[in-house]
T-cell receptor
Framework: QKEVEQDPGPLSVPEGAIVSLNCTYS??????FMWYRQYSRKGPELLMY????GNKEDGRFTAQVDKSSKYISLFIRDSQPSDSATYLC????????????FGPGTRLSVLP | EAQVTQNPRYLITVTGKKLTVTCSQN?????MSWYRQDPGLGLRQIYY???????DKGDVPEGYKVSRKEKRNFPLILESPSPNQTSLYFC??????????FGAGSRLTVL
């Protein structure tokens, strides 16, 4: 079993749809949870950063962490064609670089 | 503009010919790291550096070296490249290890 699992997609949705992207993990020591977005031929960019459990909202994006289920989600409301990208979850035990791991990424396509 | 700059962006080389991929950041970040990205395997960490004093191996350090002589630069060195090091490489920096700014990537092909 991989440490972090993520459905690779591709996930295709119509413009305006609510998108749900998910990751599951096995290491219960993870405390920090991130979502990065990567456009084709570009480096990843940080979208959301959360510590421990709970929800965090930023504009059209909501990150949700359920540590009891070892499950994190990213919701995108009113999806736009410009949201078409690969979404990578990432998590770590601390803020010092140890046990930092990325999920394999989900490719999202938002169709106009 | 705050950024992480990698060079070269594209490189084709031959087995055994030493090469260096440079990485420089202008954000005064303490933390820097290198990743490789391969289809089906995602982003894997090669090396990271908490600060100029501390550098450590990531998940896939074999065949790579790094150097952190000054805060802004963190070059990746392939002493004797092999075809299995053909990949897309990313350098990143951050005030901490989790909030990272990535470079644009360096696509390396080893023949």
């Amino acid at each position: 079993q991989k440490e972090v699992e993520q459905d690779p997609g591709p996930l295709s949705v119509p413009e305006g749809a609510i998108v749900s992207l998910n990751c599951t993990y096995s290491n219960s020591a993870f405390q920090y949870f991130m979502w990065y977005r990567q456009y084709s031929r570009k480096g990843p960019e940080l979208l959301m950063y959360t510590y421990s459990s709970g929800n965090k909202e930023d504009g059209r994006f909501t990150a949700q962490v359920d540590k009891s289920s070892k499950y994190i989600s990213l919701f995108i409301r009113d999806s736009q064609p410009s949201d078409s990208a690969t979404y990578l979850c990432a998590m770590s035990v601390d803020n010092y670089g140890q046990n930092f791991v990325f999920g394999p990424g989900t490719r999202l396509s938002v169709l106009p | 503009e705050a950024q992480v700059t990698q060079n070269p962006r594209y490189l084709i080389t031959v087995t055994g010919k030493k090469l260096t991929v440079t990485c420089s950041q202008n954000m005064n970040h303490e933390y820097m790291s290198w990743y490789r990205q391969d289809p089906g395997l995602g982003l894997r960490q090669i090396y990271y550096s908490m600060n100029v004093e501390v550098t450590d191996k990531g998940d896939v350090p074999e065949g790579y070296k790094v150097s952190r002589k000054e805060k802004r630069n963190f070059p990746l060195i392939l002493e004797s490249p092999s075809p299995n090091q053909t990949s897309l490489y990313f350098c990143a920096s951050g005030a901490g290890a989790n909030v990272l700014t990535f470079g644009a990537g360096s696509r390396l092909t080893v023949l």
